[in-house]
């Protein structure tokens, strides 16, 4: 097996930090929280929208923590676009961080392995930047399996990071790197727009070329089909409308022309269908391109996390072990995988200072 880069290896014993440690991973849709004791709590959080809210959000949330307790960070949501480029997204999430946790012991995980404090963190804004895969690789390779391929698989991308003799397996440490690498897949299971998976779809015999608008997402095709509950009074959908499997058919009509007068529920399931398997192709090839690139055996263990594991192809976890995070942390953990890898590592390593 080729290993290209050797990230710090992390014995997980006896804790460095003696308090229950809260992680945070912050991202462009979504800000989630686990202790290191196993407590979590996750909410929708339009980056690109709310920005300015931060500080408020974070100090709201982390109430639900108890006070005073040591904060570990990571991170994606400084490439929203409300920010023009990554160094103000990292600057204006650790301000924000720092204004919410004052008088808090609060450090920012790095690709390097390392945690900084917020001065550093503003100064290493290439290693703290899009860190939370490297945070759950690196606890996943030191405690769960020393060598696999981990298959995250969440609401906006996939990352597909491989682990060898119980260390991240990459020397991709950004996310041009990794999409280079074929090792950060934009296909997650719930805001990919169907128009960036498929270019037709069939309906009734014939190929309809789809829409290019943002009329409906992975997100529909899974509650259509059952994958995803319905959730009618959750409106973080394409048009604002309810998450349920009634507006879901209509947007997914909606990408080719049409609406739920025409498409019935049988005639949804099957765009849905095809969607799907449109989502499960660009991470089988993600897979595919990452394991021949370092050598990994068709039959290396998989680690799969994330709440997407329908989108894992059946063809790719044939004849090979699958480990699934939700079965060894629990569902809801796992959900929140990042920031409880956060708050796990750095009570396993000494704190930078």
């Not at 804790?15 to 800000?31: E, F, K, Q, R």
Request: glycine share 8%.
């Amino acid at each position: 097996m080729q290993l290209l880069h050797e990230a710090p290896s992390v014995t997980f014993s006896r804790s460095s930090v003696a308090a229950p440690v809260v992680g945070i991973d912050i991202g462009g849709a979504n800000l989630k929280y686990a202790s290191s004791g196993g407590k979590s709590f996750s909410r929708e959080f339009a980056m690109w929208k709310h920005h300015r809210d931060l500080s408020e959000t974070l100090v709201d949330d982390l109430s639900r923590f108890g006070k005073g307790l040591p904060i570990a960070v990571t991170m994606t949501g400084e490439l929203a676009d409300c920010f023009l480029d990554r160094e103000i997204g990292v600057r204006h999430i650790v301000e924000s961080v720092e204004q919410a946790t004052r008088n808090t012991q609060t450090r920012y995980y790095s690709v390097t392995g390392e945690f900084f404090n917020a001065a550093q963190a503003v100064a290493r804004i290439d290693d703290v930047a899009a860190s939370n895969w490297h945070a759950l690789a690196t606890l996943v390779a030191g405690e769960v399996c020393s060598d696999a391929m981990l298959v995250d698989i969440g609401s906006t991308t996939t990352d597909i990071v491989p682990l060898s003799a119980g260390r991240v397996a990459t020397p991709a440490k950004t996310d041009h790197d990794r999409l280079v690498e074929g090792s950060l897949v934009y296909v997650g299971c719930a805001r990919t727009p169907v128009c960036a998976l498929v270019n037709e779809l069939q309906y009734q015999g014939e190929n309809a070329t789809v829409m290019n608008e943002w009329f409906a997402t992975v997100d529909d095709a899974r509650v259509v089909l059952g994958l995803e509950k319905e959730c009618p009074g959750d409106r973080a959908s394409a048009d604002n409308a309810p998450r349920d499997a009634f507006h879901a058919r209509n947007r997914l009509a909606r990408m080719i022309g049409l609406d739920h007068r025409s498409v019935d529920d049988e005639a949804a399931r099957t765009l849905a269908t095809q969607i799907m398997a449109a989502a499960r192709e660009r991470i089988q090839h993600g897979i595919r391109k990452v394991q021949s690139l370092y050598g990994f055996a068709p039959n290396t263990t998989l680690v799969l996390s994330g709440h997407g594991g329908d989108l894992l192809p059946r063809d790719v976890i044939a004849d090979r072990t699958v480990i699934r995070l939700d079965e060894q942390w629990g569902e809801v953990i796992a959900r929140s995988a990042p920031a409880y890898a956060v708050a796990r590592l750095m009570t396993a390593v000494a704190v930078r200072d």
